[in-house]
């Protein structure tokens, strides 16, 4: 599933932790059509490349990519020391 919000949470030692709630589908929506709209010229540059042997490379690759985007649900990033945190989790 594609990962629809992504939290940004900074906590400080002795104060309130910050949450940043920012809508990533919006920015993945212009990315999926952008890769959609590129496949024909993946597809024609994978034909060309067959003939060298690495066309079936170009392909995987390109699959490789949307499998990266829909797997970003759920990937938490957490950084700092116990007292101080910043953490990006994708929702």
Known sequence: MIPLIMRLRVRKTGRKAVNLWLPVILALIP???LLIAIFPLVL?????????????MVLRLYALLFVVLFMMSGLRIEVGRP????????Q
Not at 47 to 52: D, E, S, T, Y
Not at 83 to 90: G, M, N, Q, S, W
């Open 44 to 56: 024609v540059a994978s034909l060309l490349a067959r003939i060298g042997g690495q066309g079936g």
């Open 83 to 90: 007292e101080d945190e910043f953490a990006i989790i994708l």
């Open 31 to 33: 990315v999926i059509l």
